[in-house]
């Protein structure tokens, strides 16, 4: 029996077992939380694990009124925690500072977030997140931690939540697809296992992203739609970081759909058969998506086990040899799978080592809808710390050789007067115009840069000042330079560039097209200090030697490294210098060519540069560079399909998965977002960030005369679906692909009182045989005898359940049911049927029962 416990285990390991976006481990711990949100942290109080195999939980209550968790950020280290779970729940089952936890939550839990195997922290995409307080059944956050091996130190291992009272537009779900029975030869190059079920909701499904779980034997797992025709959800290799990685075509699972997964084994090296379990030696099915579902009605979780569609992996459009075939073998892959693993110290400072993860960038089309706006060069663009996207154009006005005087750069059009439309454009990451300004304001518009406070700095080349405009506002605060001056005394700059803002409110300016210096200030506009020179004399490597500048074009923070870097746009180079001016490094790439105009830089990823050239001469070598900051070293070259004209700045998202490149040539901006394509990149751990489609989801399940067998084999007898705004309704009528053999079964199940119908009022559902466990849980509570009637009835069963079929599971055993006291004995930790660590599944999931490894 204790196999059966390893095996469910094993099923919810393998969806917490993620590794990030693209592997696991980490670099940095995101010292700052998410923008705009606050932060929750539940660790442990100093546990030390004495035994093998110990589980213990601990709890808080959650923050007071409603909330929506939109960032786990784990602070833990695999070589301490085996993995954790984290459950909201009315009442924590006891009311201690950490107790051990066969049992976690009076009543029924919801599974928030599973981390294993240092996986990364995750954002949740914008307008998404897991309901807390308010009207939500959430009022405190239990974590269960399985701690493998006894230590000697008190461990403080836990989850930091980032959490905003903002409502949600939508709540994220998972649907998991999964094979319960397969035998695979020894021997055998080609095992297939298939799974199949209708989807029976009228709300749809919008996956994002898609994870694969098998053991060693796993050789490719894809999953698809069905819908008339056959449409790839995803394919991954599971010897691979078992990651979620995005979907990357939008797919809309309606009702009636047909959901299929197949796994395929390769056993050549095996020298006896291999079955479905819990070990390391047995082989696991498992293919998950994550996706939206409406927040006032969507389901956050959704189950379908066995093969109720064989016929459909028969039919001649199946995309058979897509699905046998393996992925390009990616040695780097494998072994950071294998061995790529980090630390997190969740004492001290929160650090994390961040394994190298260069995430691939792909261009977002018809990105930003502009509506009636006209595009005139667009000069600047900058993110704020919600993601929001401001970009900074010239409308009507063009920088030519008629728009200053050669020898004393002075603006030769002040007769125009300024601008008259509105020049500084903001879009939320979607691309939703949602503010404009700036009109009469500006003659010839450059830099933009945004600070950590949201408020908005510019510079205009013509008027050769700096303006800073706190957020919300439209007049500047702050004026730096004299309006149509070019000097280069404190008091005055020849056509400034760009601003690079510090947490503490100094700022640097590149004084970029004349003086080819860096200026940096005190919060109230004092000069601190400038250096820099033009070119000078050539150093060993042929290029001018380090603080020479040839037109410093753009500025970049490395905060995290203390460091301004700055885009020698005409040298071909970035030069980096601490906050005092002194020469760290830089950074010339013959693949630069002569210029590189602009660069920003991320702390995620282990810490990296994007940067872009511009050859007018040459359009054809123009794109953007994704650089690792500490080597230097080039990991990625991108750019539109098309390529681009004039890219004249970069900027990236506050959690470095979007980066935005905006263009004076075909005046426009352009959207990459990171595809972390697991064929071609090596892998890392990041925070992963999933990039919404659209609409929303809902997740509807139902077990199957077959789940009950499966469940009385693993000795686990299925919970009661979640009512209302819970999951699914179990009925006692037939499913949706049965046999007259199956209703026989079915009635059977009604005349054992095993399968009696759940009312649900939720509005999507799977039709499904319901489970046992209500049943039991009441009779267990009232009197012990009927265990033995419980545990004859599913004897019976067993022998008749030969065939697996959807279903869907909310949370697993209630409250106050604990399946080690049911089968008489005691075991440590039965925990509740998880989501992924990865992204921070809403799942109404069920109780993940954990095992003894």
């Not at 298939?194 to 499904?205: L, N, V």
């Not at 199946?318 to 630390?343: D, I, K, V, Y």
């Not at 008259?420 to 115009?433: A, V």
């Not at 559902?765 to 009835?793: C, H, W, Y």
């Amino acid at each position: 029996m204790q196999n059966c416990h390893l095996f469910l285990a094993c099923i919810i390991l393998g969806f917490v077992h993620s590794s990030p976006v693209n592997d696991n481990g980490f670099s940095e711990l995101l010292k700052q939380h998410r923008e705009g949100t606050n932060i929750l942290d539940v660790t442990m109080p100093g546990i030390t694990p004495k035994v093998e195999d110990y589980y213990v939980c601990t709890s808080v209550p959650v923050p007071t009124g409603e909330n929506y968790i939109v960032q786990f950020e784990p602070l833990a280290s695999g070589d301490m925690a085996h993995h954790m779970l984290m459950f909201g729940c009315e009442q924590p089952a006891e009311n201690r500072k950490s107790w051990e936890c066969g049992q976690t939550c009076r009543g029924k839990p919801n599974i928030l977030f599973a981390w294993a195997k240092n996986a990364p922290p995750t954002n949740l995409p914008e307008d998404v997140g897991f309901k807390i307080g308010g009207s939500s059944n959430v009022r405190h956050i239990v974590l269960q931690i399985h701690y493998k091996n006894p230590t000697k130190e008190p461990d403080a291992s836990g989850v930091r939540l980032h959490y905003t009272p903002e409502r949600q537009k939508n709540i994220a779900g998972i649907a998991l697809l999964l094979s319960t029975q397969i035998s695979i030869p020894p021997h055998q190059p080609e095992t297939i296992s298939d799974i199949s079920c209708q989807f029976k909701s009228s709300t749809p499904i919008y996956p994002f992203g898609f994870r694969t779980h098998a053991h060693s034997l796993g050789k490719v797992i894809t999953g698809y739609q069905f819908n008339g025709t056959y449409h790839l959800i995803g394919k991954g290799n599971p010897q691979w970081p078992q990651a979620f990685y995005p979907v990357k075509d939008k797919i809309k699972i309606s009702n009636n759909d047909i959901l299929l997964g197949r796994c395929v084994f390769d056993s050549t090296h095996k020298d006896t058969y291999t079955s479905i379990g819990p070990t390391h030696n047995d082989e696991m099915c498992n293919f998950y998506m994550m996706y939206y579902t409406d927040a006032n009605g969507g389901q956050p979780f959704y189950e379908c086990f066995g093969n109720w569609r064989p016929d459909m992996f028969k039919n001649g459009g199946f995309p058979s040899q897509e699905s046998l075939t393996a992925l390009p073998p990616n040695p780097a892959l494998e072994e950071e799978a294998e061995h790529g693993h980090s630390r997190v110290d969740s004492k001290a400072d929160d650090k994390l080592d961040e394994e190298k993860l260069t995430p691939a960038l792909e261009a977002v089309k018809n990105w930003p809808d502009l509506g009636n706006v006209k595009l005139g060069q667009v000069a600047g663009v900058a993110t704020d710390s919600k993601g929001n996207v401001h970009i900074f154009h010239r409308a009507d006005r063009v920088w030519d050789y008629s728009t200053f005087d050669p020898v004393n750069n002075q603006y030769l059009q002040r007769n125009r007067g300024p601008i008259t439309q509105d020049t500084i454009l903001s879009f939320n990451p979607n691309g939703k115009l949602i503010k404009q300004w700036g009109k009469n304001l500006f003659y010839l518009p450059h830099g933009l840069s945004i600070d950590d406070q949201d408020n908005i700095w510019v510079t205009d080349v013509a008027m050769h000042q700096v303006f800073k405009f706190n957020k919300g506002e439209e007049k500047p605060s702050l004026t730096l330079g004299k309006e149509f001056e070019p000097g280069n005394d404190r008091y005055h700059f020849c056509k400034p560039t760009d601003v690079a803002i510090l947490p503490t409110g100094e700022f640097f300016v590149s004084d970029g097209y004349c003086n080819h210096r860096i200026i940096k200030y005190a919060a109230d506009g004092s000069v601190i200090k400038s250096w820099g020179t033009i070119d000078g004399e050539l150093a060993a490597d042929k290029y001018p030697k380090p603080g020479a500048f040839k037109l410093p074009h753009g500025l970049t923070l490395a905060k995290d490294k203390k460091q301004v870097c700055v885009a020698d746009r005409e040298n071909g180079r970035i030069q980096c210098f601490d906050y005092d001016g002194n020469f760290k490094s830089q950074i010339h790439l013959t693949e630069f060519g002569h210029k590189v105009y602009a660069v920003a830089y991320t702390p995620h990823f282990g810490g990296l540069m994007y940067a872009i050239n511009a050859d007018q001469s040459n359009p054809e070598e123009n794109e953007g560079f994704t650089i690792k900051f500490d080597t230097g070293k080039l990991q990625d070259t991108w750019k539109p399909q098309g390529g681009f004209s004039r890219p004249h700045d970069v900027a990236v998202s506050p959690d470095g998965k979007c980066v935005y490149v905006a263009e004076i040539g075909s005046n426009r901006v352009w959207k990459f977002h990171s595809t972390f394509d697991a064929q071609t990149q090596s892998t890392g751990s990041a925070v992963i960030t999933m990039k919404p489609t659209s609409g929303m989801i809902s997740n509807n399940p139902s077990t199957s005369k077959t789940d009950v067998q499966n469940y009385k084999t693993v000795g686990i007898h299925k919970s009661q679906k979640k009512m209302g705004n819970g999951i699914f309704r179990q009925k006692p009528d037939k499913p949706d692909f049965t046999t007259d053999e199956d209703e026989a079964e079915v009635d059977e199940m009604k005349k054992s009182g095993i399968s009696k119908e759940v009312e649900s009022n939720n509005e999507g559902s799977v039709q499904g045989e319901n489970n046992a466990t209500p049943i039991i849980v009441g009779v267990v509570l009232i009197v012990p005898v009927v265990v033995v009637i419980v545990a004859t009835v599913i004897m019976r069963i067993r022998g008749r359940m030969a065939q697996n079929r959807l279903y869907t599971v909310d949370t697993g055993l209630r409250g106050g049911f604990n399946l080690g006291n049911l089968l008489g004995r005691k075991h440590k930790g039965f925990q509740q049927l998880n989501t992924e660590e990865l992204d921070h599944l809403n799942s109404d999931s069920e109780d993940e029962f954990s095992r003894k490894t």
